[in-house]
T-cell receptor
């Protein structure tokens, strides 16, 4: 039982390049999330998926797109990377469907992205 | 003003000390309160969860919520070097998303 896995662990991009961050969970969870973490800013929600087939914007969605490929996988795409997107990206999953439910959110190990 | 404020630290204490970590928030609709622990270069993990006002104890950890003051605390008794991490408070209201504080970095020195 691996929990939440993310690939890649590290990535360096040039401005304007695109890439997709992959996330998968093996806990049969309904809800999945993408956050970014910047120094002193805490975790900020980019997008979330309450259940398979649905996605919604979070606090900071500009410059990102997401795909809930199936119940296990939730990917985050940067179409044209900018230096402001340099950050650590975390994927999380939770058993509940209702966003306000307080089931534990389980986090992946993160992807460290640098955009030059 | 951020919805959830947290002193970034770092907070440095000797082993065995009692640690107090705090968050303030502005939205009175918040009713679910959580503390996450994040070790360096790792993902956050849930440490404590409380609903509404009051205290909750789990081993060396005590979470306290004062809704009248919009203030939450995490106390760590007999702190250990292994407690060195960043502690994030997270708050939500029913039907809403988690809002995280910026995190407090704690260092417990042997």
């Amino acid at each position: 039982n691996a929990g939440v896995t993310q690939t890649p662990k590290f990535q360096v991009l040039k401005t304007g390049q695109s890439m997709t961050l992959q996330c998968a969970q093996d806990m049969n969870h309904n809800s999945m999330y993408w956050y970014r973490q910047d120094p002193g800013m805490g975790l900020r929600l980019i997008y979330y998926s309450a259940s398979e087939g649905t996605t919604d914007k979070g606090e900071v969605p500009n410059g990102y797109n997401v795909s809930r490929l199936n119940k296990r996988e939730f990917s985050l795409r940067l179409e044209s990377a900018a230096p402001s997107q340099t950050s650590v990206y975390f994927c999380a999953s939770r058993g509940g469907i209702y966003v306000g439910d307080t089931d534990t959110q389980y986090f992946g190990p993160g992807t460290r992205l640098t955009v030059l | 003003q951020k919805e959830v404020e947290q002193d970034p630290g770092p907070l440095s204490v000797p082993e065995g000390a009692i640690v107090s970590l705090n968050c303030t928030y502005s939205n009175s609709a918040f009713q679910y309160f959580m503390w996450y622990r994040q070790y360096s270069r790792k993902g956050p993990e849930l440490l404590m969860y409380t609903y509404s006002s009051g205290n909750k104890e789990d081993g060396r950890f005590t979470a306290q919520v004062d809704k009248s003051s919009k203030y939450i605390s995490l106390f760590i008794r007999d702190s250990q070097p292994s407690d060195s991490a960043t502690y994030l408070c997270a708050i939500s209201s029913a039907g809403n998303m988690l809002t995280f504080g910026g995190g407090t970095r704690l260092m417990v020195k042997p």
